[in-house]
């Protein structure tokens, strides 16, 4: 697991195809690698990889055609910078949210505004995913834990303040740009729970019929 907290900006080193996928190496940059053992796990712009080979300011993954396919990390290329988080121990603060590293689909920058010293950003997803992003709920976008401010439709808003943009790679993305969406976890368990055999489906008869819509 993992908070959503970025740790450091790293740079793909480069990708190397083996045997059908791909071994992808990350700099590391700032990141601190001295308590990295193999088979640890990294978020790498929100994408859990687990460690094969790693050094002082390097470590390597590999990720399959799957993950390839259904991330942003598809798309990258050496030199381009990712989001870099290790993985939670049960000691550390839970400064975002919990966050699986299971990225759930794409979602797209759509614009960028100025917001006094923040910006306001607005992205679009799928519409399998829209409905589990909610007013004041939690998302992770490229592995950064937000709280969404608006949402219309399948496009939501998000709030950066300057050292979150300066600190992550958001500094680097453009409207039209691919970012790895993660839905709060929680709000899956709930579709779950409630949509398993015996137990009411959350929907609007639902709620009129309770007395809440």
């Not at 396919?69 to 598809?74: D, K, M, P, V």
Request: proline share 4%.
């Amino acid at each position: 697991m993992f908070t959503g907290i970025i740790q450091a900006v790293g740079r793909i080193a480069r990708l190397e195809p083996r045997g059908g996928d791909v071994r992808l190496v990350v700099d590391t940059t700032s990141l601190d690698m001295g308590d990295v053992a193999l088979g640890d796990s990294i978020a790498v712009s929100g994408v859990c990889l687990t460690v094969v080979d790693y050094g002082a300011a390097q470590f390597a993954a590999d990720v399959s055609n799957e993950t390839l396919s259904l991330t942003s990390l598809g798309a990258r290329r050496p030199g381009d910078p990712v989001n870099l988080e290790k993985a939670l121990r049960l000691a550390d603060r839970l400064g975002g949210h919990l966050v699986s590293g299971h990225v759930d689909g794409l979602g797209k920058v759509v614009s960028v505004a100025p917001d006094g010293r923040s910006q306001r950003w607005t992205f679009e997803v799928p519409r399998d995913l829209a409905r589990y992003i909610a007013h004041k709920g939690s998302v992770c976008i490229d592995g950064t834990s937000l709280t969404v401010n608006d949402v219309d439709g399948q496009r939501f808003g998000v709030n950066l303040i300057p050292h979150t943009v300066e600190h992550t790679t958001f500094s680097a993305r453009r409207p039209g740009d691919a970012v790895n969406i993660e839905v709060d976890v929680v709000a899956r368990y709930i579709e779950r729970l409630l949509s398993a055999g015996g137990t009411p489906r959350l929907d609007e008869a639902f709620l009129k019929q309770h007395g809440f819509a």
